[in-house]
Nanobody, 125 residues
Framework: QVQLVESGGGLGQAGGSLRLSCAAS????????MAWFRQGPGKEREFVAGIRRSGVTTYYADSVKGRFTISRDNAKNTVYLQMNSLKPEDTAVYYCAADLTGSGSSPRVIEYDYWGQGTQVTVSS
């Protein structure tokens, strides 16, 4: 069983930055691919960014490429999402997810085995 706890959400301004963190329980964090998804009001949950278990390879949705950066610290069992140049359309609940295959590349919700409870990000214009 893996527990994921997100933090760092809140209110940001357009053009500003926020950093999300996701802390994982357990001693096998380094085996998991990790990803961030988001779900805006009235929208389906969508892939934002992913990172392989090694941390070397990352994946991004086109809508955030060049603005968001995913990273991980396996010693701290934590994955991060640095969000820069925020836009009002980034407003959503952000979820981290664990992929037991180690990939973190899939944009499909069904491919992920564990989910956090989500953290709200609101971007004002």
């Amino acid at each position: 069983q893996v527990q994921l706890v997100e933090s760092g959400g809140g209110l940001g301004q357009a053009g500003g930055s926020l950093r999300l963190s996701c802390a994982a329980s357990g001693r096998t964090f380094s085996r998991y691919g990790m990803a961030w998804f988001r779900q805006g009001p009235g929208k389906e949950r969508e892939f934002v960014a992913g990172i392989r278990r090694s941390g070397v390879t990352t994946y991004y949705a086109d809508s955030v490429k060049g603005r968001f950066t995913i990273s991980r610290d396996n010693a701290k069992n934590t994955v991060y999402l640095q969000m820069n140049s925020l836009k009002p359309e980034d407003t959503a609940v952000y979820y981290c997810a664990a992929d037991l295959t180690g990939s973190g590349s899939s944009p499909r919700v069904i491919e992920y085995d564990y989910w956090g409870q989500g953290t709200q990000v609101t971007v004002s214009s």
